[in-house]
T-cell receptor, first 113, second 115 residues
Framework: ETGVTQSPTHLIKTRGQQVTLRCSSQSGHNTVSWYQQALGQGPQFIFQYYREEENGRGNFPPRFSGLQFPNYSSELNVNALELDDSALYLC????????????FGPGTRLLVL | AQKITQTQPGMFVQEKEAVTLDCTYD???????LFWYKQPSSGEMIFLIYQGSYDQQNATEGRYSLNFQKARKSANLVISASQLGDSAMYFC????????????FGPGTSLSVIP
């Protein structure tokens, strides 16, 4: 059984650019959630995808968008990058939307200059 | 408002000793799940232990136990026999049933285990 994987591990972008982060869910998991973790803080929920549909969203602007594919892998897209978007982006998968435990990937560290 | 509070920004513990990390939560939801995650410097969030709000017994997982006091809305993590590898950030988190899509995290506690 493979765990949650994310790519890339690190990324440097400049303000105004666009970025795509990728996540492969744990085998058998059909739900993927994305979180943003700024330095020194706890993760903040961005959104969740279940069966290729957005299933819930946190307090993030529309320039944060996502996709989920038939194999349950997922992408997080951020347009018009701002300096404050610099953070660790974590992907978590679970078997269903109501399963209690989410399992996290290693994260992608994004730096916006 | 749903919120997690961790009042200890940093903690030190001697190797082989037990340590308690505090967590209080606020929710009006009658049904919720409580979690603890460990985050080493590498960044990966590692699931440690889960407690359901209607569970009668406190959860235990190896050296980890959760001291759940529902009336006080607290869910403290107890780590027994601390090891050097336990040095990390620890996050308390909550998943209310009415907003099951999201997990709400606290600000975290940094634990350092001293040899």
């Amino acid at each position: 059984e493979t765990g949650v994987t994310q790519s890339p591990t690190h990324l440097i972008k400049t303000r105004g650019q666009q970025v795509t982060l990728r996540c492969s869910s744990q085998s058998g998991h059909n739900t993927v959630s994305w979180y943003q973790q700024a330095l020194g803080q706890g993760p903040q929920f961005i959104f969740q995808y279940y069966r290729e549909e957005e299933n819930g969203r946190g307090n993030f602007p529309p320039r944060f968008s996502g996709l989920q594919f038939p194999n349950y892998s997922s992408e997080l897209n951020v347009n018009a990058l701002e300096l404050d978007d610099s953070a660790l982006y974590l992907c978590a998968s679970s078997f269903t939307t109501t399963q209690e435990t989410q399992y996290f990937g290693p994260g992608t560290r994004l730096l916006v200059l | 408002a749903q919120k997690i509070t961790q009042t200890q920004p940093g903690m030190f513990v001697q190797e082989k000793e037990a340590v308690t990390l505090d967590c209080t939560y606020d929710t009006s939801d009658p049904s919720y799940g409580l979690f603890w995650y460990k985050q080493p410097s590498s960044g990966e969030m590692i699931f440690l232990i889960y407690q359901g709000s209607y569970d009668q017994q406190n959860a235990t997982e190896g050296r980890y136990s959760l001291n759940f006091q529902k009336a006080r809305k607290s869910a403290n993590l107890v780590i027994s026999a601390s090891q050097l590898g336990d040095s990390a950030m620890y996050f308390c988190a909550m998943r209310p049933k009415t907003s099951y899509d999201k997990v709400i995290f606290g600000p975290g506690t940094s634990l350092s285990v001293i040899p």
